[in-house]
């Protein structure tokens, strides 16, 4: 079942701006799916209008079922998102941050609990948001982004500044959560996370989907032994440097 589907999608910004030049992709269900491509390729751009946060310019868009921009109150109520620079609410601890999302989609005290377990957050249940190290702070942003028990999760850069011990936590999150039957929508840099976390990835560049295929089939075709070396070479046959 496809959970995204996206449809010679456009976005031109202020009348002028080419920011996607008619994107067409699926994501199906269950699946980690990773947005990839250089700086200003266009990842933001999908995942906000993936996620209600902007309108698309034109083409067509459907989450689970539903039609984006029309149904995005629908949309709404079944993703999760894990913003880049997640802003809890620093002089809350981490419970009352939690506690916070889980009624505002009114869940129950039980399900508090339960998201700081499995986000390992039980010991640090009454540190303040702004005290904890900024690995933390992305477990508390994960926790929040579940307290709707959402079907779709959008992760932008979710490992930006995180020290190597912290990246493989939450590559393990990542996991958990797939392993639950939420389907993942990750943008990223990293392109060994992209490599360990994806089924199937997708690389914006200049607004245009590139290539949509699994980390081993970009491998096989450029003949390399790491995603990263196949992407520059990919980027290399486009002719960019980046
Ligand atoms: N609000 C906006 N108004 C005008 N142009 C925009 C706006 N937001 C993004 N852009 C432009 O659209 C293009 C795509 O931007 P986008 O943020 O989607 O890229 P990205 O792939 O996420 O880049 P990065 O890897 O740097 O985060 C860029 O040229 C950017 O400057």
């Not at 700081?116 to 702004?130: A, D, S």
Request: glycine fraction near 8%; include cysteine; charged fraction near 30%.
């Amino acid at each position: 079942m496809k959970v995204i589907d996206a449809e010679n999608l456009w976005k031109i910004y202020n009348k002028r701006k080419e920011a996607l030049k008619g994107i067409t992709f699926s994501v199906n269900s269950g699946e980690v799916f990773s947005l990839l491509g250089p700086n200003g390729a266009g990842k933001t751009t999908t995942v906000k209008i993936l996620s209600c946060m902007i309108r698309p310019t034109r083409g067509k868009v459907e989450v689970m079922g539903y039609n984006v921009p029309d149904e995005c109150g629908k949309v709404r109520e079944i993703v999760g998102v894990v913003p880049q620079e997640f802003q809890g609410f620093s002089d809350l601890t981490v419970e009352e941050n939690i506690s916070y999302f889980v009624k505002l989609y009114r869940g129950d005290r039980s399900q508090v609990d339960e998201l700081m377990k499995t986000l390992g957050l039980l010991e640090y249940r009454k540190v303040r948001f702004r005290n904890l190290s900024g690995g933390y702070k992305r477990r508390v942003a994960v926790a929040c982004s579940l307290a709707g028990d959402p079907k779709l999760l959008f992760m932008d850069e979710p490992t930006v500044g995180l020290d190597p011990r912290s990246r493989r936590d939450v590559w393990n999150l990542i996991n958990e959560v797939k392993a639950k039957g939420i389907t993942v929508l990750l943008t990223t840099h990293y392109l060994d996370e992209a490599q360990r976390l994806s089924d199937r990835i997708g690389i914006i560049y200049d607004g245009k989907i590139v290539r949509l295929s699994s980390p081993k089939e970009l491998m096989e075709e450029f003949r390399k032994q790491t995603l990263e070396e196949a992407y520059l070479a990919l980027m290399e046959s486009l002719g960019d440097s980046s």
